[in-house]
């Protein structure tokens, strides 16, 4: 892990209400693109300090060393490929004197294509990141917030959390057991002082539709499900973040289960040109 230590030029940033509910510290995962980027960028801004957790060092360190510029904050960067138990035990381990008070687990990747010709490598892998190191940061981090008294775990799901995708069958799998493990969770700590949400977003332009073979050429920003998911936290258990999610969601639901699925194999039939 690389210290890196604020400047002098540096101006701290305003303590927010939720940094003094949660902070000093946040850990954010997929720290390095997309969703998890803009949580880092906007958790600086609200002034918390932040571990930063992906594979690629470098931009992380770019991150690092932004956040501390622009908002004075203290920023370490945690290389580690989560799809390995060992690597995610280090998140809890590397940052066993820091207090952290706020996780958010944004690293995750998706899929699309028939399941039968899918790669089990591809699909099982999936399975460790979004389901497994999930869970494992997750259980850790409840551990500490509980004996710490409070603190609050961001889980992201997604629209597709709610239905079958034909398409991204295993993707969707793995955020229903995302959204479900995150519902049951709330509970389970409510009066710990430990707040858990959900954020199911709809389509976000980031750099998950090309890793995972959709195409997202519109959506929302990941800007824009950061802030619209902190605006949530501590108020309930599922945030649909930003209008879209929130309209898609809206329309969803007047169908039964069975026809959502049928709808979401049209979508999913747009976004992969089949
Ligand atoms: N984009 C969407 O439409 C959408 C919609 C709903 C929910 N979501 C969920 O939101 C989360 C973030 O998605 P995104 O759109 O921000 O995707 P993204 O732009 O592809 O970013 C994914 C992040 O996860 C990290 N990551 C991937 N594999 C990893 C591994 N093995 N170990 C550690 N980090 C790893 C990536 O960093 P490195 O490559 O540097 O490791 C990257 O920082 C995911 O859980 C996704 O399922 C996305």
């Known amino acids: ?35 998890g980027r803009a949580f880092a960028i906007e958790l600086a801004r609200q002034g918390f300090s932040l571990v930063l957790v992906a594979r690629r060092g470098a931009a992380l360190d770019d991150l690092a060393d932004e956040v501390k510029r622009r908002f004075g904050v203290k920023a370490l960067a945690l290389v580690a490929d989560l799809a390995s138990f060992a690597q995610t035990a280090r998140l809890d381990s590397e940052t066993r004197d820091i207090d952290v008070g706020l996780i958010v687990l944004a690293a995750g990747y998706g899929g699309s294509g028939p399941f039968v010709d899918a790669s089990q490598q591809a699909e099982l892998g999936m399975i460790d990141l979004n389901c497994r190191a999930l869970a ?79 195409k997202i050429a519109s959506g929302q920003t990941p800007e824009e499900v950061a802030r619209g998911t902190l605006r949530a936290l501590g108020r309930r258990t599922t945030v649909r973040p930003g209008f879209l999610a929130k309209a898609l969601e809206a329309s969803l639901s007047l169908l039964p289960r069975y026809f959502r699925v049928r709808v979401m194999a049209k979508v999913m039939a747009g976004m992969t040109g089949a």
């Open 136 to 214: 494992q940061s997750a259980q850790d981090f409840s551990r500490r917030f509980v004996a710490r008294g409070r603190g609050a775990l961001v889980l992201m799901s997604s629209l597709v959390a709610f239905q079958g995708v034909p398409r991204a069958a295993n993707y969707a799998a793995t955020k229903a057991y995302v959204q479900t493990l995150a519902e049951g969770l709330a509970v389970e700590l409510k009066g710990s002082g430990v707040d858990v949400l959900a954020s199911a977003p709809g389509p976000v332009v980031s750099g998950f539709g090309a890793r995972s073979g959709m």
């Open 1 to 35: 892990m690389n210290q890196h230590v604020p400047t002098k030029q540096n101006v701290p940033a305003a303590q927010s209400a939720l940094c003094a509910a949660y902070g000093p510290w946040a850990v954010v995962t997929g720290a390095s693109d997309g969703i």
